[in-house]
């Protein structure tokens, strides 16, 4: 938080850039208004909140079959549809502006790789923000601040690979190599954490590691890659389409990680927590007061159950912690699929090397060269 206001600090007080002359300048503020996509954005937004309250829903509050959750993702998807028509029939000038997917393959089929990267990224990302910090601390470890030290290999390793992509890149004149090597990085450091057991603590340090060096790769070439390819009177916008791809993937998918997990992480605490307690010989009449003391870590309560022994708590807590390992490894799962796909989509990336020059088309300072 303080790294953001930091450098939200450093954009208000050093971004001095001159001023520039655009084709909007003699519209009045209500004009630029009208100038914007308003009915896409608009149906973009209502189809993204009712599909995503449908997701929340399903599974949690409701069963998926019941007719809030049905209607509110039904009633979502068609108002996704509907934007989607609207882009494409009802405007050329939207937040999906046409002239960013033509000029045939070279341009528009490559513009549209990107965003899929983009927004696989998201999926991968965000199963690594959000369920990392919970596989810790069901895991491993429950103290705050050393919680958030065993995250920091991720963010450091990410940090410091984008000088490595970057100057790849640029030596290379390539963005298609070096990012198929970081999406082959970050989708290994994914499935490791496929297999991450309650006693592998110093393996999941390092998978966050691995896979934080992946994530280097497209976190500075996608957005990069999409800046070469697009017509340059289109850069703000391709630039935002492609921030908004990524924020629907974290989105959407990260509703679908917690559906998935909440339905299965009850069931497999109930029957991993009885098997062991009666297997270590808990009476049956007691599994259930059991169950409920060790979930609730209660241990007063667990202390009173008829024929508890320490070994049995012991067996409980071990069993729980399975549990948790068992159900949090599927989210991991469902990503790590998608960055084998984004490899394959590097491949379909045209050549940009052509494009990858130093002229820069609107510099934030006034230079001036002296002629030779």
């Known amino acids: 938080m303080a790294l953001w206001g930091l450098t939200a600090l450093g954009i208000f007080v ?29 149906l973009f937004a209502a189809g993204l909140t009712l599909f995503l309250v449908g997701l929340g829903l399903g599974g949690g509050l409701f069963s998926w079959t019941n007719v809030r959750v049905l209607v509110t993702l039904i009633l979502g998807l068609v108002t996704l549809l509907a934007c989607g028509i609207y882009e494409w029939l009802g405007t050329k000038t939207g937040i999906a502006h046409h002239d960013l997917f033509r000029g ?47 995250e920091q290999p991720f963010w450091i390793g990410g940090g410091l690979s984008t000088l490595l992509w970057g100057y790849w890149s640029v030596r290379s004149m390539s963005i298609r190599v070096p990012l198929f090597t970081g999406f082959l990085v970050f989708t290994a450091g994914i499935v490791g954490f496929t297999t991450i057991q309650p006693d592998d603590s110093t393996r999941a340090c390092i998978f966050a590691g691995l896979a934080g060096i992946g994530f280097g790769a497209p ?38 990680y917690v559906a998935v997990l909440t339905g299965r992480l009850e069931p497999k605490i109930i029957s991993y927590v009885s098997k062991a307690a009666v297997s270590h010989g808990l009476p049956v009449t007691s599994v259930k007061a059991f169950v409920e003391a060790i979930v609730a870590k209660d241990s007063e309560t667990l202390a009173r159950v008829a024929g508890v022994t320490p070994a049995i708590a012991q067996a409980g807590v071990v069993a729980v912690k399975q549990a948790f390992a068992d159900s949090i490894r599927v989210v991991f799962i469902i990503a790590a699929p998608f960055g084998v796909l984004a490899c394959l989509l590097c491949f379909l990336l045209e050549d940009q090397s052509a494009a990858m020059t130093y002229w820069v088309d609107a510099p934030i300072e006034d230079l001036h060269a002296r002629r030779k």
């Open 14 to 42: 050093g971004y001095r850039p001159p001023t520039r002359h655009t084709a909007y300048d003699h519209l009045s503020l209500a004009q630029k208004l009208r100038a914007l996509d308003i009915p896409g954005v608009f």
């Open 104 to 150: 045939g393959w070279r341009v528009g089929g490559t513009f549209s790789i990107f965003l899929a990267l983009i927004f696989i990224e998201g999926i991968m990302l965000f199963s690594y923000v959000i369920f990392y910090p919970i596989l810790t601390t069901s895991l491993f470890e429950e103290d705050t601040f050393l919680l958030a030290s065993r």
């Open 219 to 256: 976190l500075v070439l996608i957005i990069a890659g999409i800046q070469l390819t697009i017509p340059h009177a289109l850069i703000a916008t391709g630039t935002a389409l492609a921030i908004a791809s990524r924020a629907v993937s974290s989105s959407v998918f990260t509703a679908i």
